[in-house]
């Protein structure tokens, strides 16, 4: 089983509504913080997804390390530095490329004030082709998406999550329209996609309402979840307008919002 707590639905301008970006992603027995934006642990803690805190945290995964998308890692290994988290083994972190001279960067900023008190952190950049493998049976898979690369993020990620049962949940990250998202898209049981902008605000390497919406119609997943949100696109109906070129189930999430794969646990969600 997949699920995919929406703890953040904005992009870098946040609302009441819609946190910069952060989910809560749990694929079987696994907990994973997947871009720890600004907020990110406070909207954990208030989801009562984690009763333990960071402790609860199995993984850490990044799509790149855009303000709205790491911005809460700092805070994160503040507080696995306190004494107050009690586990002992290691954090793993996964991003792309530069993900480790990022962390170098901020151990020059802040020595071991960031270096957890009884966890190891263990750092793996990943890329297009690897396969991380998770305890249980399923795994994390990375395919390389269309954003903006810069020094810090030298390739974008978005990720495809599979649970021992074979079930597929889809990360499109920050992306413009591109063949690798839409591949991995095809088929999956659930594509939580960006969708930045409303038509007439389009912006490179990012997603408009009808670019998601051709997206869908192109590959078919079986449930939509629209996130990165700015507020010119959280003020729409953004199912509404996706949905003028899909017919399948779409679904504009809020900080908070859950979903789950398969559908037909019982457990609430859109
Ligand atoms: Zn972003």
């Not at 396969?131 to 898979?141: A, D, F, K, N």
């Amino acid at each position: 089983m997949i699920r995919f707590h929406i703890l953040g639905a904005g992009g870098a301008v946040p609302t009441p509504t819609h946190n910069p970006a952060a989910y809560w992603v749990t694929v079987d027995s696994q907990s994973i913080l997947m871009d720890p934006g600004p907020g990110a642990l406070v909207r954990l803690v208030q989801s009562g997804q984690a009763p333990r805190g960071v402790d609860e945290i199995d993984l850490v995964f990044f799509t790149h390390l855009h303000p709205d998308h790491c911005a809460d890692l700092v805070p994160l290994l503040f507080a696995l530095h306190s004494p107050v988290p009690v586990r002992t083994d290691p954090v793993q972190l996964f991003g792309p490329p530069g993900l480790a001279s990022y962390l170098e960067k901020l151990r020059d900023i802040y020595g071991t004030w960031i270096k957890p008190r009884r966890r190891s952190l263990v750092v793996t950049e990943i890329g297009p082709g690897v396969t991380v493998p998770l305890p249980g049976g399923g795994s994390v898979r990375p395919f390389q998406v269309d954003h903006m690369q810069d020094r810090l993020s030298r390739i974008c990620l978005g990720y495809r999550f599979l649970d021992a049962e074979g079930h597929v949940a889809v990360f499109s990250g920050d992306t413009g329209p591109c063949a690798e998202l839409n591949k991995a898209a095809t088929g999956a049981d659930l594509l939580v996609v960006e969708c930045s902008t409303p038509d007439h605000l389009a912006t490179p390497g990012h997603m408009s309402v009808s670019e998601v919406g051709r997206l869908c119609a192109e590959a078919r997943p079986k449930q939509v979840a629209l996130t990165h949100q700015y507020p010119d696109a959280a003020a729409l109906d953004l199912a509404a307008l996706v949905g003028k070129l899909y017919d399948g189930p779409v679904h504009q999430a809020v900080d908070g919002t859950v979903f789950i794969v398969p559908r037909d646990t019982g457990e609430k969600c859109p």
